[in-house]
Each structure stands twice: as structure tokens, then as C-alpha cells.
């Protein structure tokens, strides 16, 4: 998409001073480790989800694998935050990364009520995994997010060298 004269310039998602935080700072690669990571953890507890809903079988499994894609959450967006802090000078929500923040919070959310759910026995196990399956969609949508600002940073360091 181009941008007409009335929109302005493209505006870059870093600084300069951003970017050269950003490279420098360790949290970027906790990031980048964690990221694939807690996806592979996604992928895998997906399926197991999808298995107990089908057939039946496999719900503790299912539980376990949905802890730990909670856990993975968790870690990923407190280290999330502390890398924001370093390269924004703000722990959560700067301009740059808005939008990724207030859906993650959406994301939290519902892993949050799973926990809750599963905690209180509230809900049956099917009704458990159908909120892990509304967890994991809003998951999907984040990471395409972040997936859509790597792209956009990439673009951004293609013209600025």
C-alpha cells in the first residue's frame, strides 16, 4: 500500500536511538527464543486440545500442555515488558506497539479464565478446552501481529540502510 501526500510519510516503527536499543539490549534475543518456543508449546498443546475434544481422550495431557502454553504466556509478556521498557522507556503500550499490547492483554484474559475455570470447576472439561481453543485464537491473532511489526522492522532497517 502506498501512502498519498495527504497521509504523510510512512512513519518508521523505531528510531534510530530505538533501534540501537533495541539491538543491544538481551531482552531482544529472550524474545526471539521465547517466541518460537511458546509457538512450538502453542502447536503442540493444540493438537493435544483438538485429540481430547474428538475423541475423548487425553484430557489430563490436554490440561498439562495448556499450563504450560499459560506459563510460556505469562513469561513472555512480563520479559515482553521489561524489553519495552528498555527500548521505549515504557513498560507497556508505547505508541510503537500499541495495538499488540492491548490485544495481548485479550489473550491473557482468556488463558487467565482458563486457569480460573479449570481452578474453580467452574466448567466441564469440554467447556475448558473450548476456552483454550478461544485462548489460542486470540493467540494466533497476536502472533500475527508481532509476525506483521518483525516484517514491517525488517522493511524499515531495508531503507534506512
Avoid at 524474545?31 to 502453542?42: K, R, W
Avoid at 485429540?51 to 504450560?68: K, N, P, Q
Avoid at 509478556?77 to 500499541?98: D, H, N, S
Amino acid at each position: 500500500m502506498q501512502m498519498t501526500q495527504a497521509s504523510g510519510p510512512k512513519q518508521r516503527l523505531y528510531t534510530a536511538e530505538e533501534r540501537a536499543r533495541r539491538d543491544a539490549s538481551r531482552w531482544t534475543l529472550v524474545q526471539g527464543i521465547l517466541a518460537p518456543a511458546q509457538f512450538l508449546v502453542f502447536v503442540i498443546s493444540l493438537v493435544l486440545v483438538l485429540r481430547f475434544l474428538l475423541t475423548g481422550d487425553g484430557y489430563l495431557a490436554a490440561t498439562v500442555s495448556i499450563l504450560i502454553k499459560t506459563g510460556f504466556l505469562f513469561l513472555i509478556m512480563v520479559t515482553g515488558a521489561i524489553w519495552e521498557k528498555e527500548v521505549f522507556g515504557q513498560y507497556l503500550f508505547a505508541p510503537a506497539f500499541f495495538w499488540e499490547d492491548v490485544f495481548s492483554f485479550a489473550v491473557i484474559a482468556l488463558h487467565s479464565l482458563y486457569v480460573y475455570a479449570l481452578w474453580s470447576g467452574a466448567f466441564t472439561p469440554h467447556g475448558l478446552m473450548f476456552i483454550a481453543l478461544a485462548a489460542y485464537a486470540t493467540y494466533v491473532i497476536n502472533a500475527g501481529q508481532f509476525l506483521w511489526k518483525l516484517r514491517r522492522a525488517r522493511l524499515d532497517a531495508g531503507v534506512a540502510a
